[in-house]
């Protein structure tokens, strides 16, 4: 089941390679984010959430980057293995009292062997 | 643990016709909320519940009904479809509403109306 459609920005990398994917959020006011990933024909899948307060976050073979100045986001995966084929999402919200996550587009990554 | 189930998978409707999209968790989840996707688009909201017997709309919540009469249930009522609520539905649910939350999304429900 696709999910999504045919127009998303797509990085394709080979296995073992190091992927960068890159998300440029709206409200300067967002003070938390979150990256999902979402495979195909399944819900979105937490990995890895940032607070403003914070410019670089690490997980298993994940690593979020926030620069605030620009309002940018990324997500370094290294070691990337064709299961880390999917797509990707950042989200951001603002910690204003009501639940409003705000969903980036998503960007589709292809791991080949 | 089944997490988030929505029911069906897949629908096909008519235009005009109604239909509930189910979605049940078993986490004791006081937040539930729905979200349509749409090629090219993020996921958008369209209604959310904080509670059983509170709920409020979100981003994009015409033409849907919501109700919460348990923690465990949240259906999403389509009154009389139309072919622009063509989409795939994922309902989602998290510990809390307000401020930092980590959504547990079901499946999806791929709905077309033509």
């Known amino acids: 089941g696709e999910s999504v459609g045919l127009h998303l920005p797509t990085l394709s990398v080979q296995e073992g390679d190091n992927s960068i994917i890159n998300c440029a959020y709206s409200n300067s006011a967002s003070d938390y984010f979150i990256w999902y990933k979402q495979e195909s024909g399944k819900g979105p899948q937490f990995i890895i959430d940032i607070r403003s307060n914070m410019d670089k976050r690490q997980g298993q073979r994940v690593t979020v980057l926030l620069n605030k100045t620009v309002k940018h986001l990324s997500l370094q995966i290294a070691a990337t293995q064709p299961g880390d084929s999917a797509v990707y999402f950042c989200a951001e919200i603002e910690n204003t009292g009501f639940q409003k996550l705000v969903f980036g587009t998503g960007t589709r990554l292809l791991v080949s062997p | ?114």
């Not at chain 2, 929505?6 to 909320?33: I, R, W």
């Not at chain 2, 109700?67 to 795939?88: G, H, K, N, Y």
Request: hydrophobic share 30%.
């Open chain 2, 1 to 114: 643990n089944a997490g988030v189930t929505q029911t069906p998978k897949f629908q096909v409707l008519k235009t005009g016709q109604s239909m509930t999209l189910q979605c049940a968790q078993d986490m004791n989840h006081e937040y539930m909320s729905w979200y349509r996707q749409d090629p090219g688009m993020g996921l958008r909201l369209i209604h959310y519940s904080v509670g059983a017997g509170i709920t409020d709309q979100g981003e994009v919540p015409n033409g849907y009904n919501v109700s919460r009469s348990t923690t465990e249930d949240f259906p999403l009522r389509l009154l009389s479809a139309a072919p622009s609520q063509t989409s795939v539905y994922f309902c989602a649910s998290s510990t809390r509403p307000h401020g930092a939350n980590v959504l547990t999304f079901g499946a999806g429900s791929r709905l077309t109306v033509l």
